[in-house]
């Protein structure tokens, strides 16, 4: 976006101009991924869905996103995990109507966030008590 911001200061950018730069910056095609994007009106509607287990002398947490069918958006964002000891974050990918990622931890999950930086402004279900809206967490 910095690059954008400074070739266009000031001046109006044009859809083509965006995807431009965004390949240029990149140094792939980004069209696929935008185009979800630039072609749709409303929001992405992800459902996350995370559980955490004990796993020899950690713990595997596992994140479920389900996306509806008519509004499967490519999302790239992050899972913070909260210990006792730190919050650490992992990038996540999402694709299609439905993906799954495993992340490891020494420590006991306290709180797990799908998109802890909210980038985009959709309506997540509640979360448990003690916890934000995309926070989840579920002992198996």
């Given at each position: 976006?910095?690059?954008?911001?400074?070739?266009?200061?000031?001046?109006?950018?044009?859809?083509?101009?965006?995807?431009?730069?965004?390949?240029?910056?990149?140094?792939?095609?980004?069209?696929?991924?935008?185009?979800?994007?630039?072609?749709?009106?409303?929001f992405p509607a992800p459902a996350p869905r995370v559980s955490y287990a004990k796993r020899g002398k950690g713990w595997r947490?596992?994140?479920?996103?389900?996306?509806?069918?008519?509004?499967?958006?490519?999302?790239?964002?992050?899972?913070?995990?909260?210990?006792?000891?730190?919050?650490?974050?992992?990038?996540?990918?999402?694709?299609?109507?439905?993906?799954?990622?495993?992340?490891?931890?020494?420590?006991?999950?306290?709180?797990?966030?799908?998109?802890?930086?909210?980038?985009?402004?959709?309506?997540?279900?509640?979360?448990?008590?003690?916890?934000?809206?995309?926070?989840?967490?579920?002992?198996?």
């Open positions: 976006m910095g690059t954008l911001h400074e070739r266009f200061r000031e001046r109006p950018v044009a859809t083509a101009d965006f995807v431009a730069v965004a390949r240029e910056v990149t140094g792939r095609d980004v069209t696929p991924l935008l185009a979800a994007w630039l072609e749709r009106t409303g947490v596992t994140v479920e996103v389900t996306q509806p069918a008519d509004n499967a958006y490519p999302l790239a964002t992050s899972v913070e995990i909260e210990t006792a000891k730190a919050r650490v974050r992992h990038p996540m990918t999402i694709e299609g109507t439905r993906s799954v990622a495993t992340f490891e931890s020494e420590e006991r999950p306290l709180a797990v966030r799908f998109d802890p930086g909210t980038t985009c402004p959709w309506r997540a279900s509640a979360g448990r008590p003690g916890r934000t809206s995309r926070s989840a967490g579920r002992r198996r």
